[in-house]
């Protein structure tokens, strides 16, 4: 019992670890993807083109989420 426990957290620390947006945008960019995909909307380069830039863009909204001032 101790190893799955120590298995799900691991897993818990390697795919939300210390900001859990940014695991939340790339499984959500992964989620666009394959929808793309399936609905053949691009072709392998497109799927590419638009997976990086979705990642990218989902970093920096979280970026720009955690270094906004706090309201007081």
């Given at each position: 019992?101790?190893?799955?426990?120590?298995?799900?957290?691991?897993?818990?620390?390697?795919?939300?670890?210390?900001?859990?947006?940014?695991?939340?945008?790339?499984?959500?960019?992964?989620?666009?993807?394959?929808?793309?995909?399936?609905?053949?909307?691009?072709?392998?380069?497109?799927?590419?083109?638009?997976?990086?830039?979705?990642?990218?863009?989902?970093?920096?909204?979280?970026?720009?989420?955690?270094?906004?001032?706090?309201k007081r």
């Open positions: 019992m101790k190893f799955l426990k120590s298995f799900g957290q691991f897993w818990y620390d390697f795919i939300i670890g210390d900001d859990w947006k940014i695991g939340v945008a790339v499984l959500t960019a992964l989620v666009v993807l394959f929808v793309a995909m399936k609905a053949e909307l691009f072709g392998d380069t497109g799927l590419t083109l638009l997976g990086g830039a979705a990642v990218v863009v989902a970093f920096a909204i979280s970026l720009a989420i955690d270094v906004r001032p706090k």
